[in-house]
């Protein structure tokens, strides 16, 4: 059975059709609007196969229904001489379209391009589903094979840094049965046991991160929306670029921020907003030298709040830009791999923004430093 929404103002048209249908016995299931508005209602009350729209109506166009359900098949219906419509109309997304006439035969045709409208979307539904398939599964290949790697890496390292801890420490033994005669040997190997301690620590680091990345990543995936309260937003971040400093110092950087003068107030999930912007400040600090800035800043223009992460890192080449936010994606993977990260970050970032209802500009140099700026829509306040 063919579930279909007739839109249709004119009352002799909506009988004519009715009687095409029981004559034909027809296996639709219809019901008829008699305008836009009434149309909208029964849309958003249940699924149809098909709309059939009348191009002039009461209360606006077939267009309008276009918009109203991209998803659903519109045939539709013009008056003589409106082949300029009709053209418009398949350039918009309509399916297919009918030229209506006094005597009403265009109904003897309508059957055949509803069966072929319907078995077009069933088609094209198909194929994309079967896009669908395919993308998740390279998805999940590519999930696999970096994960695998990204993980298999701060493993090898820290097996191996276990395995000499256990050799300098038998050493130590060692020479600690004579420490006055072996006091340099021995200042030098607790030397080396003291640098692999760190290399542990830096490893365990990274893969606690890879694991958080991949849990945030896939939490993110599973949320249509973010339950909301109201947050100032400069104190959000000072916490954040307070909790970053000690990062930025290990590295010699300096990590400053400069909020605006007055509160700025948002709608946003306390953990995703700043979940936002410590994957910012954090993609900051690790892709900028030893001895670079760190620039943190908010603004408000205009209905929106602006959050800047600006630095004087390594930079992002041209070509790269317009796939920084697809997961896994590395612009250098070597010196992604050095850095500890993940490749979900960015991407992490620009689905929260989303749920956000905001969203992420990039502006970068190569050599010279990234911008990331986030908007978010602001809480108007009295």
Known sequence: MISILLVEDDRIDQIAFRRMVDQEALDYDYCIAGS????????????????????HLGDGTAFDML????DVPLIIVTGAGSERIAVQAMKAGACDYLTKDSARSYLTMLPFIVENAVQRSIAEREARDTMRERIRRKTLEDFVHTASHDLITPITTMGTSLHLLARFAQKQVDLTADPVLNSAALSENAGKIEQRCILLQDELGRLEQIVMDLLEMVKADSLDELPLETVELNLLIAQVVQIKQEHARRKRQALAFTPTPEPLIVEAGVHELMSVVRKLVRNAIDYTPDHGYIAVSTA????????????????IPEDDLP??????????????????????????VKRLVELHHG?????????????????LPALLTD
């Open 67 to 70: 918009k109203a359900r991209e």
């Open 359 to 375: 969203r992420i500009e990039v502006e970068s140099k190569l050599g010279e430093g990234s911008a990331f700026r986030v908007f």
């Open 36 to 55: 836009i508005s009434e149309a909208r209602v029964l849309l958003a009350t249940r699924r149809f196969d098909l709309i059939i729209a009348d191009y």
């Open 323 to 348: 796939r920084i936010f697809e997961r896994f994606y590395r612009v250098n993977r070597a010196r992604t791999m050095t850095a500890g990260g993940s490749g979900l970050g960015l991407a992490i």
């Open 300 to 315: 408000r223009i205009d209905n929106e709040v602006m959050i800047a992460v600006v630095d004087t890192g390594d930079g």
